[in-house]
């Protein structure tokens, strides 16, 4: 990076303080700088967009409003206010970071940069984002946004998908983060890649950077960042079966837990076994599943297929419609036949399912109740 020693970043905060105060849309983290509820908003919105995260924030702090709460509440609690919001691992690192601070630093967040990094989540630019703009700490908070700005600014062809790049921009930024206004000097270069310097068509007008953007000034926004091609996303085919269970006290579905570690890891799902299968292979897998707890298959009825996109994977799901026939068992006695990764349910809303499944889990709710 010693070649891009002569850029002036000593003008960055003067250019882009005034232009936040202006531009900044009015967000509702933004409106706060209590530690908690800056970190419950920044591990929201890794990966996830700011309209997806509106609707969950002020629920889930209205629900846990401090990391006491966090701390103590139940995991499955936790996961449904979660629900929607995918990549569950950030909610249980949420939790278990929450029962480190209630051990430790007596349910604060330490106002330390190091110290924070150390908690489970919470990496370079989270810790970063927290400690400037909750504590007014002068470190930058570098995420994908910041490095699109700087790379084109700079001119810079270097992959930003290497860690050494982006640990190259935090230390080109750290001398430049003013110590009065940190936490709105990164959140200016966050919003300036959200808002203006956008990936696929640099709104360089707007810009408070242009007059400094090399890239601007070169015609070649387009070409930055550089990042290396993502590997092709692997296609997984699934087949579902989304179970009506009728007993003398109602229709229940049936829900199966998945494997504690792996994708979607201890998450309830609609039960479901690999690949694609035939009609016949469809219906045999149905009685298989049913045959432990005394339950038998009345008919099968395939429904319209579904996708969901994880990063790195594609489930592209058929599922079947399994209507169990009449039985002489009582809810009870089934819920103890039922090995413990197994759940008989009529509450599809008391219980946490991933947004991979959101198709088959709103034909089922409807169905329970018509059954």
Same mark, same amino acid.
């Given at each position: 990076?010693?070649?891009?020693?002569?850029?002036?970043?000593?003008?960055?905060?003067?250019?882009?303080?005034?232009?936040?105060?202006?531009?900044?849309?009015?967000?509702?983290?933004?409106?706060?700088?209590?530690?908690?509820?800056?970190?419950?908003?920044?591990?929201?919105?890794?990966?996830? /967009?700011?309209?997806?995260?509106? $609707?969950?924030?002020?629920?889930?702090?209205?629900?846990?409003?401090?990391?006491?709460?966090?701390?103590?509440?139940?995991?499955?609690?936790?996961?449904?206010?979660?629900?929607?919001?995918?990549?569950?691992?950030?909610? /249980?690192?949420?939790?278990?970071?929450?029962?480190?601070?209630?051990?430790?630093?007596?349910?604060?967040?330490?106002?330390?940069?190091?110290?924070?990094?150390?908690?489970?989540?919470?990496?370079?630019?989270?810790? $970063?984002? %927290?400690?400037?703009?909750?504590?007014? %700490?002068?470190?930058?908070?570098?995420?994908?946004?910041?490095?699109?700005?700087?790379?084109?600014?700079?001119?810079?062809?270097?992959?930003?998908?290497?860690?050494?790049? *982006?640990?190259?921009? /935090?230390?080109?930024?750290?001398?430049?983060?003013?110590?009065?206004?940190?936490?709105?000097?990164?959140?200016?270069?966050?919003?300036?890649?959200?808002?203006?310097?956008?990936?696929?068509?640099?709104?360089?007008?707007?810009?408070?950077?242009?007059?400094?953007?090399?890239?601007?000034?070169?015609?070649?926004?387009?070409?930055?960042?550089? *990042?290396?091609?993502?590997?092709?996303?692997?296609?997984?085919?699934?087949?579902?079966?989304?179970?009506?269970?009728?007993?003398?006290?109602?229709?229940?579905?049936?829900?199966?837990? /998945?494997?504690?570690?792996?994708?979607?890891? $201890?998450?309830?799902? %609609?039960?479901?076994?690999?690949?694609?299968?035939?009609?016949?292979?469809?219906?045999?897998?149905?009685?298989?599943?049913?045959?432990?707890?005394?339950?038998?298959?009345?008919?099968?009825?395939?429904?319209?297929?579904?996708?969901?996109?994880?990063?790195?994977?594609?489930?592209?799901?058929?599922?079947?419609?399994?209507?169990?026939?009449?039985?002489?068992?009582?809810?009870?006695?089934?819920?103890?036949?039922?090995?413990?990764?197994?759940?008989?349910?009529?509450?599809?809303?008391?219980?946490?399912?991933?947004?991979?499944?959101?198709?088959?889990?709103?034909?089922?709710?409807?169905? %329970?109740?018509?059954?």
């Amino acid at each position: 990076m010693s070649g891009f020693s002569s850029f002036p970043f000593g003008a960055l905060p003067a250019l882009l303080l005034p232009w936040y105060a202006s531009a900044a849309r009015p967000l509702p983290w933004r409106e706060t700088r209590e530690p908690y509820r800056v970190w419950i908003s920044e591990i929201m919105l890794q990966q996830t /967009r700011v309209a997806a995260v509106l $609707g969950y924030y002020a629920r889930f702090l209205s629900a846990l409003p401090d990391v006491a709460a966090l701390a103590a509440v139940e995991e499955e609690r936790l996961l449904k206010l979660w629900e929607g919001l995918d990549y569950y691992s950030r909610a /249980r690192n949420l939790q278990k970071a929450a029962r480190l601070l209630v051990e430790q630093y007596d349910g604060q967040l330490p106002a330390d940069y190091r110290q924070l990094t150390a908690l489970p989540g919470i990496g370079d630019y989270t810790a $970063g984002a %927290i400690a400037s703009i909750a504590f007014g %700490i002068a470190v930058p908070a570098v995420d994908g946004n910041v490095l699109r700005v700087i790379s084109r600014i700079l001119c810079c062809g270097d992959d930003i998908g290497l860690p050494q790049t *982006k640990q190259s921009f /935090r230390q080109l930024l750290l001398p430049v983060v003013p110590q009065h206004s940190a936490g709105d000097f990164n959140q200016a270069l966050m919003e300036l890649g959200a808002t203006v310097c956008l990936p696929s068509s640099a709104r360089c007008l707007l810009c408070p950077l242009a007059a400094l953007c090399r890239a601007h000034q070169e015609g070649c926004t387009q070409q930055y960042p550089v *990042k290396a091609p993502k590997k092709a996303r692997q296609i997984q085919q699934r087949t579902l079966f989304a179970i009506l269970c009728r007993t003398a006290e109602g229709t229940f579905t049936l829900l199966h837990r /998945r494997p504690d570690s792996g994708l979607l890891a $201890g998450l309830w799902e %609609i039960p479901s076994v690999e690949g694609a299968l035939t009609e016949e292979q469809a219906q045999q897998a149905a009685a298989q599943l049913l045959e432990p707890f005394d339950l038998s298959v009345l008919s099968v009825q395939p429904q319209k297929p579904a996708r969901h996109i994880f990063t790195h994977i594609e489930w592209q799901m058929s599922c079947l419609l399994v209507k169990t026939g009449d039985n002489t068992l009582s809810r009870s006695q089934i819920d103890r036949l039922l090995p413990e990764d197994f759940l008989l349910t009529d509450r599809l809303d008391s219980v946490s399912l991933p947004s991979a499944f959101q198709s088959y889990t709103s034909l089922l709710t409807t169905l %329970i109740g018509s059954y």
